[in-house]
T-cell receptor
């Protein structure tokens, strides 16, 4: 049962353009969402998060949008840079005592020159 | 550098063997998580410990076990290894279960 889904395995974007990575979830108990970036042979690196009490969180070139009614979140990267090329994982959790991060399967972003 | 240290980085072993993966969390972090990433798969949650106690269990096989010690480091024990256990095993830590987790660089296990 895949509770967090990233339906696009890969995405190619030109340098300077906007990258939009999407994520859907099914568990309505999730109330905290995170994006991680992963380079080959490295562990995932925390990028940005959003609580369910917000619908938008911004950090520099990265913005995460949350649509609770649609159970959908997206990560926008503007402008995209070649160094952003990596696998991006969406993750979700809930503020319970046994909370854990549930990850999507990832989207490979390639930013081309 | 996330502050989470995993050893060894690479491990090659034969089927039927047993291995131990080690994780040192970030200083002060009480929560430790173990994740498995098989080829072209997402990160599958295995188990979580908080201050020495098991807090949550995911899709962890009975052949696998883990523990967190009083100094907060954690070990993941994998026994009766099968070819399908070949994967990247990641450890992550957080200050409490409700905040973002920081990942180590992983241990690549190859079972031959």
């Amino acid at each position: 049962d895949q509770q967090v889904k990233q339906n696009s395995p890969s995405l190619s974007v030109q340098e300077g353009r906007i990258s939009i990575l999407n994520c859907d979830y099914t568990n309505s108990m999730f109330d905290y969402f995170l994006w991680y970036k992963k380079y080959p042979a490295e562990g995932p690196t925390f990028l940005i998060s959003i609580s369910s009490i917000k619908d938008k969180n911004e950090d520099g070139r990265f913005t995460v949008f949350l649509n609770k009614s649609a159970k959908h979140l997206s990560l926008h990267i503007v402008p995209s840079q070649p160094g952003d090329s990596a696998v991006y994982f969406c993750a979700a959790t809930y503020t319970g005592t046994a909370s854990k991060l549930t990850f999507g399967t990832g989207t490979r972003l390639q930013v081309t020159l | 550098d996330s502050g989470v240290t995993q050893t060894p980085k690479h491990l090659i072993t034969a089927t039927g063997q047993r291995v131990t993966l080690r994780c040192s969390p970030r200083s002060g972090d009480l929560s430790v998580y173990w994740y498995q990433q098989s080829l072209d798969q997402g990160l599958q949650f295995l188990i979580q410990y908080y201050n020495g106690e098991e807090r949550a269990k995911g899709n962890i096989l009975e052949r696998f076990s883990a523990q967190q010690f009083p100094d907060l480091h954690s070990e993941l024990n994998l026994s009766s290894l099968e070819l399908g256990d070949s994967a990247l095993y990641f450890c992550a830590s957080s200050s409490n279960p409700n905040t973002e987790a920081f990942f180590g660089q992983g241990t690549r296990l190859t079972v031959v």
